[in-house]
C-alpha cells in the first residue's frame, strides 16, 4: 500500500518516534479543527448587544481515520494492542505531520476508540485527539541552525533567514517571532540569557512595552538567566532583586534596548514559535 499524505509520527515524552506508515498504519483522514472561540461578554440592562471583555481559546479538535494492515487474524489481535499502547490516553505525546514536518502538536487522545475488521488480515478505526493549548508550535527553537539545509524547518512558518540572530552583543537589536502568537514567560517556555558585566541591568523591549530590571551588579563570569518566572545569576534565585515583570515576544519584529551594561557582553533568546 502507498504511503498516504496524511501520514504523521508520534513522538513519544521518552523521544521514542513512530511513523504510522512504517508500523503498516495508513491514515487515511487527518482533521485540524479551528480554534474554539469563547467571548467573554456581558449584558447591560437599557444597552443593546453586550459589553465585550475579551476572547480565549478552548481545548482544539483533531480527527483521524487510520486503517491497519496485519499479516493474518492473530497477528491483527496482537497489532491491536500495540496500538492502544502506541495512543495510550493516559499519555500526553506530540503529532508531527509529514505534510507539515516543522511544526509540531502536542495532544492527548481524547475517547475511546474501536479497532474494527474490514478483512481477516484488515481492519480501520477512528480515533479523535485533543490540543490542550490550542496551539501548533515550531520544532526548532531560536538557536536551532535557522537555514534551508536543516530538516526542522519548513516552508510556511514564516521564517526571515536572512541577517536575523537570537544571539547579541549591542545595546540596540531586533528580535524576530514567526509565529503568529505572543510568546509570554507564563504560557509558554521562554530563555533569556545575559553573560557579562553589568550594573542594575533593564532589558527593554520596546515593541511590547515590557520592561525588566536587575538591581544588583554582575561581573564578566556572571550569567542572568530568565527562564520563564525564575530570574536566576549564577543559578541562585535574584527574583526578590528585580522589578518582578516578564519580557513577552509579540508576533514580528520586537525592537530591543540594553542599559546598564559593561564592557563585553552576550544576551540569547531561545524560544519555539506558535502557531493557530
Not at 206 to 215: A, E, I, K, V
Amino acid at each position: 500500500m502507498e504511503k498516504s499524505i496524511f501520514n504523521f509520527k508520534v513522538l513519544k515524552s521518552n523521544g521514542n518516534m513512530i511513523d504510522l506508515h512504517q508500523k503498516n498504519l495508513w491514515v487515511s483522514s487527518f482533521r485540524i479543527f479551528s480554534p474554539s472561540p469563547e467571548h467573554h461578554t456581558e449584558i447591560v440592562e437599557g444597552r443593546h448587544g453586550s459589553v465585550y471583555f475579551g476572547t480565549t481559546l478552548k481545548e482544539r479538535k483533531i480527527f483521524s481515520r487510520i486503517n491497519v494492515e496485519a499479516l493474518d487474524p492473530s497477528d491483527f489481535d496482537l497489532f491491536r494492542d500495540e496500538i492502544f499502547r502506541i495512543f495510550n490516553p493516559l499519555e500526553k505525546f506530540y503529532i508531527i505531520r509529514d505534510l507539515q514536518p516543522g511544526k509540531r502538536m502536542e495532544v492527548s487522545v481524547s475517547s475511546e476508540f474501536d479497532i474494527d475488521y474490514t478483512t481477516l488480515e484488515d481492519g480501520e478505526f477512528s480515533i479523535e485527539f485533543v490540543i490542550h493549548s490550542v496551539f501548533l508550535e515550531s520544532i526548532g527553537t531560536t538557536l536551532d541552525p535557522l537555514n534551508s539545509d536543516t530538516e526542522i524547518w519548513q516552508i510556511g512558518q514564516g521564517l526571515i533567514l536572512d541577517d536575523i540572530s537570537y544571539i547579541h552583543n549591542t545595546n540596540t537589536f531586533s528580535i524576530f517571532n514567526a509565529g503568529d502568537i505572543e510568546v509570554h514567560p507564563k504560557k509558554m517556555p521562554l530563555i533569556i540569557k545575559y553573560k557579562g558585566s553589568s550594573n542594575n541591568l533593564e532589558i527593554k523591549n520596546l515593541t511590547s512595552g515590557d520592561t525588566w530590571q536587575y538591581f544588583g551588579e554582575t561581573s564578566s563570569g556572571d550569567v542572568i538567566e530568565i527562564n520563564r518566572v525564575k530570574h536566576t545569576k549564577n543559578g541562585t534565585s535574584i527574583f526578590a532583586n528585580t522589578n518582578k515583570k516578564f519580557i513577552s515576544i509579540k508576533p514580528g519584529l520586537n525592537e530591543f534596548e540594553l542599559n546598564g551594561t559593561n564592557g563585553t557582553f552576550e544576551i540569547s533568546f531561545d524560544f519555539r514559535f506558535y502557531y493557530l
